[in-house]
């Protein structure tokens, strides 16, 4: 196409719209979860639009945070005190303890406040198919909390699939272990599995109906 003085007209530069500090940011949010590029566009320029509002306190939370928060020495939480809040909460049951997988289970069982005992993160799963062993987790320091003794109770409240279920009869083989060296061990329970809250059965999948038949109770 030509313009009036006879010139062909360049077609307009395809690229980046935007200043490399603003690519930046959409780059790093497109690495959070449940965010992909079109998200994390849009909310980068949801943040810039509110730059006093919202960014730059965002960004003084995110350094806070960095700065200070820090991986309980006992438990595993991420806290910005080491122990953290539960670990040094005296009206907590300590001869209680919840193996989770992540602190992410940990908030979640904490939202519900049923729990009034303390925690354990081991770190994720034991997965053949990934290459992650005993040895990657901190399952290690769950079996030297039980066998230094003050546990009653372990509560093995890892997901319900099959990576899930191997590491919990791992870790109940390993704590029976300890019980039989020691005389004695702690209680071993699981979370029982099975109708949600609310649920219809003709909704509900083969396995959860099946976990629900085994983890039946007298009423």
Not at 51 to 72: D, F, H, I, K, W
């Amino acid at each position: 196409m030509q313009n009036g003085t006879g010139l062909r007209r360049l077609p307009p530069r395809r690229g980046n719209m935007s200043s490399p500090e603003i690519e930046r940011l959409i780059q790093l949010l497109a690495k959070l979860p449940g965010l992909g590029p079109r998200s994390a566009r849009r909310a980068a320029l949801h943040l810039i639009k509110r730059r006093e509002g919202l960014l730059e306190p965002l960004a003084n939370a995110m350094a806070q945070a960095a700065q200070s928060v820090r991986t309980c020495g006992r438990c595993g939480n991420l806290d910005a005190t080491d122990p953290c809040g539960v670990c040094a909460d005296d009206r907590r049951d300590r001869g209680m303890v919840c193996v989770i997988e992540d602190v992410a289970d940990l908030w979640a069982l904490e939202r519900t406040g049923s729990h009034k005992g303390v925690y354990h993160v081991i770190g994720g799963t034991l997965s053949a198919l990934d290459g992650r062993g005993p040895e990657d987790l901190n399952i290690g320091a769950l079996l030297s909390r039980v066998a230094d003794g003050g546990v009653t109770e372990i509560i093995l409240a890892t997901s319900a699939t099959v990576e899930g279920q191997t590491t919990a009869h791992y870790i109940s083989d390993r704590l029976e272990d300890i019980g039989a060296e020691r005389g004695a061990g702690p209680n071993i329970t699981r979370l029982a599995h099975g109708v949600p809250v609310g649920g219809e059965l003709d909704y509900l999948d083969d396995g959860t109906l099946s976990a629900a038949l085994k983890a039946r109770r007298p009423v």
